[in-house]
């Protein structure tokens, strides 16, 4: 008998391991599907709890106030309430002077006017190629906005096309149909044709003539910006065959044209507009809003001579005209080189990448 109760007892404890190792293996294999958000439910909130006990309160910017509630539940509960901190009296004024400043700087910020190069290439220059580099070298060097207007006469050369594209300056390529025996007659048609074209299209600018010969200063265009209607300044034409400067351009007192450098000829003064070409610039509303300007609108005789109606209209008031640089008139900011084709050298005649 005692051997029999024992081995009924040995089988009850395996039937008792079994079972509970059988349970056990099923709530595994059960709660292994479950999701893993309530597994993690406790230790979330534990995290939470502990941070919030522990971690430093942002008292900087959030001050915590408790209120009293009667009535609810065992008679007394708490809500906290986030007020602003007050920001210190130094703070508020740092700030205010930055905001000061960053207005100031917004309100020096000025667009800068549009400069309106205008040259005519013509056609009897066999350098012109060189010189049409040399300037948009210049050109390259200018702040924009500038536009670059180049006019030349038809050919089957494609060379003027081809240094414009490769000088990554904004420019417009005007081309004219017709043929001249004189070049001066040649480059007047082409500046008029440039200005016909701004006037189409109401450009709005500074306009000035840039011939292939003309040598800069760049400090220069920045006097052109602050033309309000028109402008003139001294320059200096120096000639390959002539040991001599020639000056033309206003004589000034600050800034104010009182007189002109005139240029003699067999010892005897010209007659003829004391403006040089390349020696004034205007803006541009004068050719296409000239009613702005308190002159009376264009008819077709100014239209198609402009350059001949501007001059008139510069010189009928010489108040008008702006001596530059305004602190100092005499001051030479642009040199035309008069190099006859002939004392070109030739290897400078050759076509070079830009």
């Not at 440039?194 to 306009?207: D, F, N, T, Y």
């Not at 028109?230 to 002539?242: E, Q």
């Amino acid at each position: 008998m005692g051997s029999s109760e024992r081995s009924k007892k040995r089988v009850q404890l395996w039937k008792k391991a079994v079972v509970q190792f059988s349970l056990c293996f099923v709530m595994g294999f059960f709660m292994g599907f479950a999701p893993g958000g309530k597994a993690s439910f406790f230790s979330t909130n534990a995290a939470a709890l502990n941070q919030s006990q522990f971690s430093p309160q942002p008292v900087e910017m959030l001050h915590l106030s408790t209120t009293q509630n009667d009535g609810v539940g065992n008679g007394k509960t708490s809500s906290m309430a986030e007020t602003p901190v007050e920001v210190p009296a130094r703070s508020r004024e740092l700030e205010t002077a930055g905001i000061l400043q960053e207005g100031e700087n917004e309100a020096k910020l000025v667009p800068r006017r549009l400069l309106i190069v205008i040259t005519p290439a013509g056609s009897e220059n066999p350098a012109r190629g060189v010189l049409l580099r040399r300037l948009a070298y210049t050109l390259r060097l200018v702040p924009p906005p500038l536009l670059w207007i180049v006019v030349e006469s038809q050919t089957d050369s494609s060379e003027a096309s081809e240094i414009l594209r490769k000088t990554g300056i904004m420019y417009r390529h005007l081309v004219s149909k017709e043929n001249f025996t004189e070049a001066a007659a040649e480059m007047e048609y082409q500046r008029n044709l440039a200005l016909s074209h701004i006037e189409h299209h109401k450009l709005s600018g500074i306009v000035h003539f840039a011939a292939l010969s003309n040598v800069y200063d760049l400090d220069f265009f920045d006097e052109l910006r602050d033309i309000e209607v028109f402008g003139a300044w001294p320059m200096a034409s120096l000639s390959a065959n002539k040991n001599k400067v020639l000056m033309e351009g206003p004589v000034c007192d600050s800034s104010q044209v009182i007189g002109w450098h005139l240029k003699k000829v067999n010892n005897e003064t010209e007659t003829r507009s004391p403006l040089h070409i390349s020696g004034f610039s205007f803006n541009t509303s004068i050719l296409w809003d000239p009613e702005r300007w308190g002159r009376p609108s264009s008819n077709q005789d100014n239209s198609q001579n402009s350059i001949k109606f501007v001059k008139e209209v510069a010189l009928e008031d010489e108040s008008k005209l702006k001596g530059i640089p305004q602190e100092d008139c005499s001051r030479i900011m642009l040199w035309n080189l008069n190099i006859p084709v002939g004392k070109i050298p030739r290897y400078h005649q050759r076509p070079t990448p830009l």
